[in-house]
Each structure stands twice: as structure tokens, then as C-alpha cells.
DNA sequence: ACCTGAACACCGTTCAAGT
DNA sequence: ACCTGAACACCGTTCAAGT
């Protein structure tokens, strides 16, 4: 019965229980067992103590995962603006946006799904439509353009996410491992660029897409130089 | 305890239990009561069964979600080559693969999250792909712009979603309902263009300038007339 | 204030049994 | 072949109780 592991010694004087220690117990946990493998019983257990503790600290679940997105937002990279040109450090933000899914890919689900709804995500957006209003785009031109590239870098990063994830209820996935099986001849021959390691290709090309068309739809009608 | 509907009918002889009829079943479940609410015993409630014979039609619940996917999939809309141009048709079906986030908000997310595993599925993707193809981009070129185009509109179905799902964990939405007591002098510019009444307009200028870089991308360099 | 333990109302799925 | 009923191993959350 007596596990073997600290014999006598006083049991575990455990890190208090913080709303930050929590979050990121929660994310690691996302990260090692998927979302619906994060549960509040196995938070609890991971964090040495019984899952209704947690409560003291979050009223329910989903306070615990708005959490768990102020943690991710964190890794958005934005950079001084003595760094680069406007239109530059934007698409370092982008990247870095979509580079959350291949850090967390299990996480990232939460990013494309939930809402943005706490102080800190509300400053990422604040940053991020400086930076379009840089550009001299007035507040519908900062909407549009933030739906487009954001809409599709988050794309980007759920379609990496869906790739590497072996959710448990997947069906077998054909594309990815008999693409000589499918008996459609335009998805056979595009299928070697729709697999996960050609992702990165396909959003630096969109990317190149999405800025340009910004870059055209941004610059000074006249004095062109 | 005797309820008052169908007081001595024989019980109901409802109709067979078929893997289409369970479908449209929780197809609508998801529609009514969102994705967390269709559960296999509800679904089988829903049918007049016990849950565990559902499991006679579908190996499991992810199964079940592929086979929702398939009759979502089925709304997309392809027209026919001679209705018009390439570049409109695409237009049409991309447009009418968003318009599934408008009528199935709460089911959209299958779309979004889930990879496309069926022969149906697969067959959608052949369509789409071979539309790309009209336009004469080659397998990279049809990979890449299928993920530009998708990504995007698939993210402009999931930004409808959330914005209209009031999903039960989600905090209040200060954007939506509070915008005068946002802190951020950008964000609070903006949020009238964020709205769930602006995205309409939000994802048609997406689409412009998608199929703006699209149609210039497979415009024939010479003869241009 | 912070945590525990038992309980409630659920899940998906397995298994043996019915017809 | 198709469905049921009981059971298993879980969920998030409430509530009363401990310290």
C-alpha cells in the first residue's frame, strides 16, 4: 500500500495554490492529455490537492480556460516599433499567432473557438489594431483587414492542430497515410501538399497573399516615389 | 404517472432506427441544444430508444459526428459549369460553405475543428478542387489557394458562431453588449465593426480581396486584351 | 480563507441478456 | 439483427463540513 516515494518526510509542503499556478498546471496539462483530457478531477490530482479546491480560485470551468488563453496570448509577439516598418512587425505578430498552434496544438482549439473576453486578451487586440491603424486604415478598415488576416492565420493554426492531433474518435485519415488509396484524381494529386509538413509553405504563401494585397491597399495614392 | 399524449394508440410505431434518420436526429440536437448538449442518451430519447442502440448503426460518437458532417457538407453549393465563370462558381460555393456557420451555428464548429474523413467529404473536396484546377493553377498552386480561401472562410463561419452562441461557460461579452466601457481606445473604435451585424460586410470584403489576388494570380500573362 | 468528502445529475461505452 | 438494462469508469458542480 505505502508508495515508495518521500518515506517520512513531511508530506510535500506543496507551492500555494495560486490562480497562476493553476493556469499553467492547466495548460500543461492540455498540452500532455488534449482538452477533454483535462478535467477538473485530473487538474486537481496533477496539483496535489482534490479537484473542488480549484474552485476557490475559479467559479467554474470556463473562467479556468480564459485563463489558460491569457497564458497563450502571452507568446503573441509584438515588436518595438523602432524595429521595423509597420506592415513588418504585423506579419512577425501574425506568425507569431499562428506559431502558438505549433507549440500547443492541442490548446490552440481554444484560440480559434472561445471568445476573447479577459483584460489581457483585450490588450492583444488593442496592440494588434494599433499596429492596422499604423498603416493609415481608419476603424472599418482596421475590422476588415483584422477578420481577414486573423481569420486566416487562425485557420492556419487549427489546420496544423488537425494535423499532427490523433483525437481519439478520428476516423483513419486516408490523406495523410494512403494517398495512392483515394479514387479522386484532383485530391490525389494535390493530396502531398495538403499534408502537415507542407503547412508551413501554404501559410507563408498565404501570408505573402494577405500582405501584399494590404501592402497595395495601404500605400499613398500619390507621392508614390 | 400515465402521460396524456397517445392515451391506448399502439406505442408509436415509429419509423426504423437508420444511420440517415439518427443523423438528421443529431444533426438537429446540435442545432437545438449546441455540441456539448447532443449526448448519446439524449439522442436516443430524442428517438424513442434507449442510447446503447445507437451503437448498432455507429461504432461510436465520432463516427456519429462524420456522418453530421456529411448531411453539413451537403449544403454546400456547386453550380454547374455552364451557369457561369470559374471564378464566380468558386465564389458561389465558398460563399455558401460559410453560409452553413449561418444556419448552423452551433454545428459549424464539426467543420472547423474535425477533419474531413468520408467518402463525402472527400468528394466535396474534389469538386472544389477541381474548380480550382479550372482556373489553372497547378496541384501546389490548388493546395495553396485552397488553404487561403478555405482558411478564410472557415474562420469567418466560426467568428459568426461565436459571436451569435451563447456558449454556457462564456463570460460576458463587454464587446457585443458594453463597448463604451472597453479601456482601449482602438478596440472600442472598432468594436462596431466586430459586431455579429458587420461580419456580413467584413467577410464579402475578404472575399473581394481574395479573389481580387486570385483572379490576377491566374490571369494569362499575354493577351490580355 | 482554504480545502475536503460525499453526493447529485450527468457522460460514453462494455457486456450479457433478451426477442 | 436489433434493442434493452445494468454496470463501469468517468464528468462538472453543489453543499455541508472541517481547519
Redesign the pocket.
Known amino acids: 500500500m505505502a508508495r515508495t516515494r518521500a518515506p517520512a518526510a513531511p508530506p510535500a509542503p506543496r507551492p500555494?495554490?495560486t490562480r497562476d499556478r493553476i493556469a499553467a498546471a492547466a495548460l500543461a496539462l492540455v498540452d500532455e492529455a488534449g482538452l477533454e483530457g483535462?478535467?477538473?478531477?485530473?487538474l486537481?490530482q496533477v496539483l496535489g490537492?482534490?479537484?473542488?479546491?480549484l474552485?476557490?480560485?475559479f467559479p467554474?470551468?470556463?473562467p479556468l480556460l480564459d485563463a489558460v488563453m491569457d497564458r497563450l496570448v502571452e507568446e503573441i509577439r509584438f515588436d518595438p516599433p523602432a524595429a521595423a516598418r509597420p506592415l513588418e512587425r504585423l506579419r512577425t505578430t501574425v506568425r507569431s499567432y499562428r506559431g502558438i498552434a505549433l507549440r500547443h496544438p492541442r490548446a490552440f482549439l481554444l484560440m480559434a473557438a472561445r471568445r476573447f473576453n479577459t483584460p489581457r486578451t483585450f490588450a492583444v487586440y488593442e496592440r494588434l489594431l494599433a499596429n492596422f491603424a499604423e498603416l493609415g486604415l481608419d476603424a472599418k478598415g482596421q475590422a476588415h483587414w483584422f477578420r481577414l488576416v486573423g481569420g486566416f492565420a487562425s485557420a492556419a493554426g487549427m489546420a496544423y492542430a488537425a494535423s499532427v492531433e490523433q483525437v481519439p474518435?478520428a476516423t483513419p485519415l486516408a490523406l495523410q497515410h494512403a494517398p495512392q488509396a483515394i479514387p479522386f484524381p484532383h485530391v490525389r494529386a494535390v493530396a502531398p501538399y495538403l499534408r502537415v509538413e507542407a503547412l508551413e509553405e501554404a501559410f507563408e504563401f498565404g501570408l505573402d497573399v494577405l500582405f501584399e494585397a494590404l501592402a497595395s491597399a495601404t500605400r499613398p495614392k500619390r507621392a508614390r516615389r
Chains 1, 2 share one sequence.
Open positions: 500555494a495554490l483535462c478535467t477538473m478531477r485530473r486537481g490537492v482534490e479537484a473542488m479546491a474552485y476557490h480560485h467554474g470551468k470556463g474518435d
